[in-house]
């Protein structure tokens, strides 16, 4: 075993989208467990959305990656070493390692996987930080009701895929929309998703949603913001609930987005737009991950994974991510068990 | 008794801001009520902001009002004449009567006033729907808890100044926004606002917000929207609560406004914005008004009006109001008792 740590920090701010050269991959000794740490060793990388929003300086609901700081990340990593009374060597668990082959913990927000209920690197998707985004934005916001018509962007993104299939087991029409036409196949056909569109290859959204959600939009499940919400805004019916979960269109820009004032149509419609954070309903996340795993055994959830080999690679794979340019969840393999 | 009925139509569909000549006043024959009517003799006739847009054609909450159509509006009057077994002659009702000397109903939605509670004309203010949309609007949705802050734009306006003195009542601090020095002076002054700025007079709401909410803004309640909004939401707590009320803002615009995309400001605190129109809390009507006329008694809300006399003078009272002419509650008085 490599007595070094190989890392990616952040090397600099990134101006509009990022790129390669805003990492860097470094060495630095393996860390040291004290009393009461466990030796962590990843095995799988996420590169999530929410990862643009650390690089930046400005105010957030976290605070940003250091300039020359390890980039954070959920990680599914092994127990290689425990002087820790609640962890044994061998035990899978996940945590927010960071981009690095190896971290020291004191198992704070640590959590263990079985690895007997589905595979591991599940517990950085359906059954991690993401499907419990879906989960609860959809259920504990959302409060979609059967018969509803429940649209979703991003909609093959790994929280989109996943807050569609949820609606459909509520029992909603559910629509989705992506951005090439492989994905709108995947969400239709894969997923069972009742329709969705292209909104890079539609002239119109709006009266492209007309045509699909012909009894109008009472949850709409926003990962994207910008254009294709403001349309989705115009179909909203009375009580409608816009779950605000992201933005991935306003991430890269340097200066707010303009769009046009919608405000009016939350109170003619008396909607509400709410956005959240997965961490508010952390005191449920047990509950959650148990409903996901039993839908995902019931094989009511499916889901893909996009697996890229070796830490080097990971800002790559982020990269890709947020350009949308593969279809599943991205994980960057790490190690193997 | 003339037996004739003055009204005021609506001649055009306004083109941006109204102007006198989009209301028309004709003269029809008195009504007669039928088995089951009462004819109404109205004493005063509110005019408030949503009337603007009921004079357009687009899809709103409710229909427009029809080119030729007596315009829409809350009256409180006397019962002239009742063929209704739950109505006496000589009794004050409020209803949607409409801008009209005279008006035929069936009695629906029509609730009668107690005239030794308040002054009848409050029936269409402070005890009467504008009151109510403060009340409900603010403790429903906004929901403000003790020491939290609360922003009010069109603070001096009928809604604005109840939903500022009720989230004292509430104990929290209070700023208003409102459009002149003499309206700032009022709010603060005689209403107990903890503070409130001329937006007219002020370069940066931004700083001028800081200034004034130091512990930044748990609950916002918005009659206004554009800019003063977007400032707001620049300052926004976690779980702050967006309270949309009006835009007063935008009504008289041709096309929408543009406006900074902040939906991210929504994810980051975890926040909502929700519409609401004042029907939606008709089951609780009762309560509420029940509440606001303890307050009243009790000397704990204050309000004023401003009387125009004669119905002819409606439009430029309606004008007058959309423009902020005037402090209090615009009304129009349309005879003597």
């Given at each position: 075993m490599a007595a070094m740590n190989q890392q990616i920090t952040l090397a600099a701010r990134p101006v509009g989208y990022p790129k390669e050269s805003d990492f860097r991959l470094v060495e630095s000794p393996l860390p040291t467990p004290g009393p009461g740490e466990i030796l962590v060793r990843a095995l799988y990388l996420s590169v999530d959305p929410y990862m643009r929003g650390r690089?930046?300086?400005?105010?957030?609901y976290a605070p940003p990656v250091e300039l020359g700081g390890v980039m954070v990340g959920g990680v599914v990593g092994q127990v290689?070493?425990?002087?820790?009374?609640?962890f044994a060597g061998g035990e899978i668990v996940q945590g927010d390692?960071?981009?690095?082959q190896y971290a020291v913990s004191d198992g704070q927000g640590v959590r263990k996987v079985d690895?007997?209920?589905?595979?591991?690197?599940?517990a950085l998707g359906i059954l991690g930080m993401p499907g419990l985004t879906a989960y609860f934005g959809l259920?504990?916001?959302?409060k979609p009701q059967p018969g509803e018509t429940v649209v979703v962007s991003g909609a093959a993104g790994t929280v989109g895929a996943l807050v569609g299939q949820i609606a459909k087991i509520m029992g909603c029409h559910v629509v989705g929309i992506a951005g090439t036409d492989e994905k709108v196949r995947y969400v239709v056909e894969?997923?069972?998703?009742d329709n969705a569109f292209n909104y890079h290859s539609t002239a119109n959204y709006y009266r492209k949603l007309i045509e699909l959600c012909p009894n109008g939009i009472d949850v709409y499940f926003d990962n994207v913001g910008g254009a294709v919400t403001d349309a989705v805004v115009r179909l909203i019916n009375v009580r409608a609930r816009l779950v605000?979960?992201?933005?991935i269109s306003q991430y890269n820009l340097e200066r707010p987005e303009m769009g046009p004032r919608w405000l009016w149509a939350l109170i003619v419609k008396q909607a509400k737009a709410e956005g959240f954070l997965v961490f508010q309903f952390a005191d449920q996340f047990e509950q959650g991950l148990r409903q996901m795993a039993q839908w995902l055994q019931e094989g009511k959830l499916k889901y893909r994974e996009n697996v890229v080999r070796g830490i080097e690679h990971a800002p790559r794979a982020f990269l890709g991510m947020l350009k949308g340019e593969n279809i599943g969840k991205q994980l960057v393999k790490v190690a193997d068990l």
């Open positions: 690089m930046s300086s400005g105010k957030s290689a070493e425990s002087r820790h009374p609640q390692f960071g981009w690095q690895p007997k209920l589905a595979p591991i690197s599940t259920l504990e916001i959302g894969d997923l069972g998703f605000i979960c992201g933005q």
